[in-house]
T-cell receptor, first 115, second 111 residues
Framework: DTGVSQNPRHKITKRGQNVTFRCDPISEHNRLYWYRQTLGQGPEFLTY????????KSRLLSDRFSAERPKGSFSTLEIQRTEQGDSAMYLCASSLFAGGDEKLFFGSGTQLSVL | LAKTTQPISMDSYEGQEVNITCSHNNIATNDYITWYQQFPSQGPRFIIQ???TKVTNEVASLFIPADRKSSTLSLPRVSLSDTAVYYCLVGETDSWGKLQFGAGTQVVVTP
């Protein structure tokens, strides 16, 4: 399968712990996005990369969140000092953007539960 | 980015056609319209995308009137497996894809 891969699928952690999620985009896709989704809501934009450069970060995103995309390939999303409000599905998406319209391909997400 | 409004839910029977209308009154000249489908515990999946008039693929059709202030996703002859949440999004052409997802439309197909 050459789709977007996210690991782990599920993560349970205690409040105050740090967690890190990984996303492997579709090969050669130059854009990579992170979204967060809670039950009954649509995905909420967190941040995005074009190649290795992080070009936009949601103003709603706490400083406890950080994302990287070294070498423009896979990406990691780290949440430090987790809080119960961080419990959500974290979705990664990638696209091959060359101007014009854009189509995002999403992974299956990482479900985070903070106890 | 243009805000979108769509019904919260729709019910249908197997074999019927389902039409979901999305309003985007503030759509700009360079904006395009995209629909995604999402099943529980999965990420959204691209369905169809268009700029004006009608677009059709193997899954759905997208109708966009001349004023582009709304669009309608048409799912022909739905089956139980079409039960999902459908999102209408407006994106800016040649720009970065900060696609804003609303709450979507929950479509439930019953036998």
């Amino acid at each position: 399968d050459t789709g977007v891969s996210q690991n782990p699928r599920h993560k349970i952690t205690k409040r105050g712990q740090n967690v890190t999620f990984r996303c492997d985009p579709i090969s050669e896709h130059n854009r990579l996005y992170w979204y967060r989704q809670t039950l009954g809501q649509g995905p909420e934009f967190l941040t995005y990369f074009q190649n290795e450069a992080q070009l936009e970060k949601s103003r709603l995103l706490s400083d406890r969140f950080s994302a990287e995309r070294p070498k423009g390939s896979f990406s990691t999303l780290e949440i430090q000092r987790t809080e119960q409000g961080d419990s959500a599905m974290y979705l990664c998406a990638s696209s091959l953007f060359a101007g014009g319209d854009e189509k995002l391909f999403f992974g299956s997400g990482t479900q985070l539960s903070v106890l | 980015l243009a805000k979108t409004t769509q019904p919260i839910s729709m019910d249908s029977y197997e074999g019927q056609e389902v039409n979901i209308t999305c309003s985007h009154n503030n759509i700009a000249t360079n904006d395009y319209i995209t629909w995604y489908q999402q099943f529980p515990s999965q990420g959204p999946r691209f369905i169809i995308q268009g700029y004006k008039t009608k677009v059709t693929n193997e899954v759905a059709s997208l109708f966009i009137p001349a004023d582009r202030k709304s669009s309608t996703l048409s799912l022909p002859r739905v089956s139980l497996s079409d039960t999902a949440v459908y999102y209408c999004l407006v994106g800016e052409t040649d720009s970065w894809g900060k696609l804003q997802f609303g709450a979507g439309t929950q479509v439930v197909v019953t036998p």
